[in-house]
């Protein structure tokens, strides 16, 4: 069963709106981490935003929000006044197991294209 | 300075051979792992180390060997090599029990 789902193959954003990107994870454990990573068409991983499952804020970095809903289980990422750099794949990811055998679990992705 | 590098960053080679990726991290951190990109973009973790220990190993087959000469290196070998293993290869690293993960620029291994 998927652990992380993003149902948002790809969306299409005009320049400067804000965008919501879907994320909705499944997990018995009561500690664990959800982030967002985004990766852009150079191919590297950039970590946006993280929220603890007993963090009480959602998470703010920037122009990057994280909108922690526990009960429903989704972390879905908002980014405001989207701009053409934000142009890239962004995954959604949970962090799950305890100890050194912890990991990180992904998303499928979303492909988000902003336009001028 | 980069945090977590690996090297090569293209890798084309022909079915059969077999090659290693390297990865180094400068973060003083105690976990790194190996995680696998495939042609629809969905990223897997292959393994983790711990200190040097294999921590996780995700019914990866035997071709595929991680080695950890200490807790700053963690490189990946692979024999006889097959078309399927073409994908972008990436190198993490994270302190425990933090929440920080930091990804290498990435390994595209390309058979053929």
């Known amino acids: 069963a998927q652990k992380i789902t993003q149902t948002q193959p790809g969306m299409f954003v005009q320049e400067k709106e804000a965008v919501t990107l879907d994320c909705t994870y499944d997990?018995?454990?009561?500690?664990?981490?959800l982030f967002w990573y985004k990766q852009p068409s150079s191919g590297e991983m950039i970590f946006l935003i993280y929220q603890g499952s007993y963090d009480e804020q959602n998470a703010t970095e920037g122009r990057y929000s994280l909108n922690f809903q526990k009960a429903r289980k989704s972390a879905n990422l908002v980014i405001s006044a989207s701009q053409l750099g934000d142009s890239a794949m962004y995954f959604c990811a949970m962090r799950e197991g305890r100890g050194g055998a912890q990991k990180l679990v992904f998303g499928q992705g979303t492909r988000l294209t902003i336009n001028p | 300075d980069t945090a977590v590098s690996q090297t090569p960053k293209y890798l084309v080679t022909q079915m059969g051979n077999d090659k290693s990726i390297k990865c180094e991290q400068n973060?003083?951190?105690?976990?790194m792992y190996w995680y696998k990109q495939d042609s629809k973009k969905f990223l897997k973790i292959m393994f983790s180390y711990n200190n040097k220990e294999l921590i996780i190993n995700e019914t990866v087959p035997n071709r595929f060997s991680p080695k950890s000469p200490d807790k700053a290196h963690l490189n990946l070998h692979i024999n006889s090599l097959e078309l399927g293993d073409s994908a972008v290869y990436f190198c993490?690293?994270?302190?425990?029990?933090?929440?920080?993960?930091?990804f290498g620029s990435g390994t595209r291994l390309t058979v053929v």
């Open positions: 997990t018995s454990d009561q500690s664990y981490g």
């Open positions: 993490a690293s994270s302190h425990l029990p933090g929440h920080g993960y930091t």
């Open positions: 973060l003083g951190h105690d976990t």
